[in-house]
């Protein structure tokens, strides 16, 4: 049977929990430290794999937990199901622990193998052990702290190879991909000590050693043939030497060297070795021999004449040299005294003069300085034909002649300027001539078609006007191009012709209507009645069309029609129209005109016409409105009498029994003076009290009425309902006066009554008493105050010492008053306060004056002045212990009583308690005074800062001293600079010491205080620096203030 719960409700822990809400977490409490105990506290406990979001609980009160398993494989199923929001969690073995409740908590793991270890947002310190280690990512640590973050204490190793930072105690993956183990330098900065295999080790970094062929441990053991192993790292050898012996002498140079062992060292080889071994060389090229098995030495130079030798012997002389009876070569010499000279088969021959070498009994070259020349001789050189002489012959004749085949100068033909090889194998033309397959041609009749020649005058770069360019040869254009690219196709056009749209030359009489002359590029304006076509041709004009468009749009018609739509139309076609004039109709019938554009007639109505109408129906109109005018003044005239009778009362004298007394002047009164009246027949102050007085009209002529009073009245204010009145002959009406008294005080005063003639224009007053007397308040009457003397002067006001009504009284004047609306409002408030005072501990508020010029506060007299007066004139030892503490008892009475209907003093100082009496054993010594600066606190709590300039520097709070919100715990910190001062009967920051306000200030602010004075007692001092605490909740309530100071007294 399938169990459905309630809706809003969920089955929880194998339907073991009945849950109401959206909340799918579970935590089982722990009743022992032995977590496989499984004895929990709640009933559907352990946490099962259908609970994912269950967590088990250590106790709170101990701080350890045994953790005994081998099976790990629920823990890794449940990895997916995880809340990944939940705090302060450990995964561990299966087990989901919860760490919230519990503070420095030591899990101990006893398990058969490592087992891992994972947390989630830890916000609390933990230490886990294990027997046989566990696992935190990659590393395999014994013990271990977690919070934040992970640092094992204790590591067995580092797992796939990580290595182990010292400084964060976590294993961790190489930076280097290529690296194996690495250490982190001063800078935190890996350096591989250990690299992967085919990876060398080079100043903390693996590479890639191209030149190593094995390597082992991040070292080369084996490099390729030309480096050698340096460090385990593979280098070319700055000798050559790929190996070497023990003695550190060569064992064997580098195959790519070119060099041999020589006793232990890489010598250099010629280039002249054909083959070689390790330590010598083998065979040297044709013409050398191996000189000591280390170098080729040439022939010629070991044995003299010789061109090829075999080890120690010469095999072939040099030519015209033999070898003699001794194998060396010398040469050949004849044995005949005439023909001396020798040629290259060894024939002797007759020697030429200068001639030093013969070739087939020929010579072929001459001493130096000597030329040869035909006829096998060797002559001096022509250096006026032959430039660059030689003893072969000449190699180069001046411009014009040539070397010849006899290898003398030759003259050129006389059309070739410089020739080669031939007098007519031109090289050059002289002016106008080209050279053509080595010949001199003339250039006459390129020049008449050619604009541009080549140097040689031979090709054409640019053809002259109607020839175009082919092969570098100027080819004639069609007959009607003035210039081509190619046959057929023209640029321009020749003088006769223009170029048409589809760019074809056709004849310029074709282009009828051209204003001005017609060029190659056709017409560029037409005449009137034409317009432009195709571009550069010219078309008539529609019929009548005198101007148009280059597509046929007539701008310009004749006289006579009407432009519409680009068509020139006769104006009969526009209706009504009558007469057209410059593409418009300019007349139409009469009550019509024609429109804007002039295409149709439009209704348009005569003016004067329409003027004339318009005259007539304001005239009638103007009639209308004066009948109905008139008719309405009588109307309302009747009505206002009818209103009048209604609001104000207004009523015929004879038809009342009233008993009206005439002023003067016709001005009836139904009574001699007004008496206001309300409470046992006395007023309310500042509230208004209603009387009534009936005025009529004696007079035969209509009279108006209204009431004026005294200006500058301090005592009341005066209302009159209705304001002014028009009475006529005969009639009276009710006025409502409406008095509302400033001040406690009796009224007798007089009003005027003003009345004038409507018909005459005479004016008259009259004037009427009115009495009131108003019931006791704490507004006063200035003059029941009388100032005595002064006695004290404040941050807000004077104080006097006076007398109220024959009573003793302390009377504060207000220095600066604020008249406006506002201020006047917020001095009501602050007395209105003052007046709900109940308090023996608070100085009785007799009231105040409101007057504007006369603004103050009247309190009860104290006959001993302020705290701070007594300070300042009587010694300490003249005031015991106990009066002091009654004094700030009593004061401390007057804050509490403050403080419980939610005002704040936020001037509390010596200057603000007075001292009523001297004597023990009387019920109240001092009372709390000037509240000039108190506000209730549920107006201000939001917004009470240093700004408002309220209280004493020496006494203000630290949070006033910063201009942040302050609230009560202010008033306290006040009291006790106040209780310091009184119970030490001293001042709490001396001027030898804070000689500026601003250094008490700063003092404060940095939570500095004053140390024991030694008129304060221990208990007294431990009250004080309980109330003057830095921050401001830390500070005692008033209340517990009160009780301390009791205990003082008793």
């Known amino acids: 049977m399938k169990i459905s719960p309630p809706k809003g409700f969920k089955l929880l822990a194998g339907n073991q929990l009945l849950r109401y809400g959206e909340s799918n977490r579970l935590f089982c409490h722990l009743k022992s430290t032995n977590l496989n105990e499984s004895q929990y506290v709640e009933p559907y406990c352990p946490c099962d794999i259908t609970s994912p979001d269950c967590y088990i609980v250590p106790i709170s009160t101990e701080h350890r937990i045994f953790i005994h398993t081998n099976d790990t494989n629920e823990f890794q199923s449940t990895k997916s199901l995880r809340n990944l929001d939940e705090k302060n969690v450990f995964y561990i073995a299966g087990y989901q622990l919860s760490v919230t409740k519990t503070a420095n908590l030591n899990i101990h793991l006893d398990t058969a193998e490592p087992t891992e270890v994972e947390f989630q947002q830890l916000e609390k310190k933990t230490f886990v052990s294990s027997t046989n280690g566990f696992t935190v990512g990659s590393t395999l640590c014994s013990s271990g702290f977690f919070s934040d973050e992970f640092r094992c204490s204790k590591l067995l190793k580092c797992l796939n190879g990580d290595s182990f930072d010292s400084i964060t105690q976590k294993c961790y993956i190489c930076d280097d991909v290529n690296c194996v183990t690495c250490i982190k330098d001063k800078n935190l900065v890996d350096k591989c000590v250990l690299c992967k295999d085919g990876y060398v080790h080079i100043d903390g970094v693996c590479v890639k050693d191209p030149h190593c062929l094995v390597n082992r441990l991040s070292d080369c053991i084996k490099c390729e043939d030309g480096y050698i192993n340096y460090r385990g790292r593979c280098k070319e050898p700055d000798d050559n030497c790929q190996t070497r012996n023990n003695d550190n002498t060569c064992q064997m140079c580098t195959s790519s060297s070119n060099t041999v062992n020589v006793n232990g060292k890489c010598v250099p080889i010629s280039d002249y070795v054909v083959m070689r071994g390790d330590s010598s060389i083998i065979y040297c090229q044709k013409g050398y021999f191996v000189l000591n098995e280390t170098f080729c030495e040439k022939c010629d130079n070991h044995f003299g004449n010789c061109d090829e030798c075999i080890g120690e012997q010469c095999t072939v002389c040099k030519m015209n040299y033999e070898f003699d009876l001794n194998g060396n070569c010398v040469l050949k010499t004849c044995k005949n005294s005439i023909n001396t000279a020798i040629d290259n088969n060894g024939k002797c021959l007759l020697p030429i003069e200068h001639c030093i070498l013969y070739k087939n009994e020929k010579c072929v070259n001459c001493d130096e300085g000597y030329m040869l020349e035909s006829f096998n001789k060797c002559v001096v050189p022509d250096l006026t034909t032959c430039i660059t002489p030689n003893t072969t012959g000449c190699l180069r004749c001046k411009d014009g002649m040539y070397v010849d085949n006899e290898l003398k100068c030759s003259d050129c033909d006389p059309m070739c300027p410089t020739c080669k090889n031939s007098p007519d194998f031109c090289l050059t033309c002289p002016d106008k001539r080209f050279l053509k397959n080595n010949k001199c041609l003339s250039n006459a009749e390129l020049e008449a078609v050619c ?12 053809c002259q006007d109607g020839f175009y360019l082919k092969d570098q040869q100027c080819q004639r254009c069609d007959e009607q191009c003035g210039s081509c690219k190619i046959p057929h196709i023209c640029l321009t056009c020749n003088e006769t012709n223009f170029m048409n749209d589809q760019n074809q030359c056709v004849p310029q009489s074709l282009i009828y209507g051209c204003s001005v002359a017609i060029t190659q590029r056709g017409c560029t304006q037409c005449e009137e009645g034409y317009h432009t076509y195709k571009s550069n041709q010219c078309q008539k004009c529609t019929d009548k069309c005198i101007r148009c468009l280059s597509d046929g749009e007539c701008t310009i018609c004749e006289n006579g029609t009407v432009l519409n739509k680009g068509l020139c139309l006769s104006y009969t076609t526009v209706t009504g129209c009558i007469e057209a004039m410059n593409n418009r109709c300019i007349k139409c019938p009469f009550w019509q005109a024609p429109s804007v554009d002039g295409l149709y007639c439009m209704n348009s109505p005569v003016w004067w016409v329409i003027l004339l109408a318009v005259i007539g129906g304001v005239v009638l109109l103007i009639g209308l409105i004066l009948a109905f005018f008139f008719a309405s003044l009588k109307i ?37 003076y007004v008496e206001f009246c309300s409470i046992e027949d006395k007023v309310p102050v ?12 004696s007079n035969r002529k209509v009279t108006k ?25 005969g009639y009276a009406c009710e006025f409502s006066l409406f008095l509302t008294p400033k001040f406690t005080c009796k009224i007798e005063s007089t009003v005027l009554i003003i009345s004038k003639n409507l018909s005459t224009g005479k004016e008259s007053a009259n004037e ?22 002064q006695v004290g002067e404040g941050g807000f006001g004077v104080v006097f010492k006076g007398t109220y009504k024959e009573k003793l009284v302390a009377i504060k004047k207000m220095k600066v008053f604020d008249v406006s609306a506002e201020g006047i409002e917020d001095f009501t408030r602050e007395i209105d306060m003052l007046d709900k005072f109940r308090s023996e501990f608070i100085v009785h508020f007799y009231g105040a004056v409101f007057v504007t010029t006369k603004i103050c506060i009247v309190t009860e007299f104290a006959e001993f002045g302020s705290l701070n007066s007594m300070l300042k004139k009587i010694p300490s030892k003249e005031v015991e212990r106990g009066l002091r503490i009654k004094f700030m008892f009593d004061a401390a009475r007057g804050i509490q009583y403050l403080h419980s209907n939610n005002i704040m003093h936020r001037d509390i100082k010596p200057d603000n308690i007075l001292i009523f009496s001297m004597n023990k054993g009387v019920q109240v010594n001092a009372k709390l005074t000037d509240f000039g600066s108190s506000r209730n606190i549920n107006m201000l709590m939001t917004n009470m800062t240093f700004t408002k300039g309220i209280g004493t520097p ?14 009560k715990p202010a008033d306290i910190f006040s009291f006790s600079i106040t209780m310091y001062e009184c119970f030490g009967w001293c001042k709490a920051y001396p001027m030898e010491l804070f000689r500026y306000s601003w250094m008490i200030a700063e003092f404060v602010s940095d939570n500095k205080r004053m140390e024991k004075s030694d008129n304060i007692t221990a208990k007294e001092f431990n009250l004080i620096q309980d109330t003057w605490s830095q ?17 003082l007294i008793e």
């Open 636 to 672: 309302m005239k009747v009505q206002k009498m009818k209103e009048l009778k209604r609001r104000f009362n207004v009523f015929k004298m004879s038809k009342t029994n009233l008993d009206f007394v005439e002023l003067s002047d016709g001005i009836m009164v139904d009574k001699p």
């Open 686 to 697: 500042d509230i208004e009290t209603q009387a009534v007085l009936c005025i009529g009209n």
């Open 451 to 462: 604009k541009v020649m080549s140097l040689g005058g031979d090709r054409c770069y640019e």
């Open 954 to 967: 020496i006494y203000m709070a630290p949070e006033v001293l910063k201009q942040e919100k302050y609230t």
């Open 705 to 729: 009425v209204q009431f004026s009073i005294k200006t500058g009245e301090e005592k009341f204010e005066l209302r009159v309902c209705p304001e002014m009145v028009t009475l006529r002959s």
């Open 768 to 789: 009427f008493l009115i009495k009131a007397e108003t019931v006791m308040s704490t507004r006063l009457d200035p003059k029941d105050l009388v100032d005595i003397e």
């Open 1031 to 1047: 921050e401001a909740k830390t500070r005692l309530l008033i209340e517990d203030v009160v009780l301390r100071i009791k205990d």
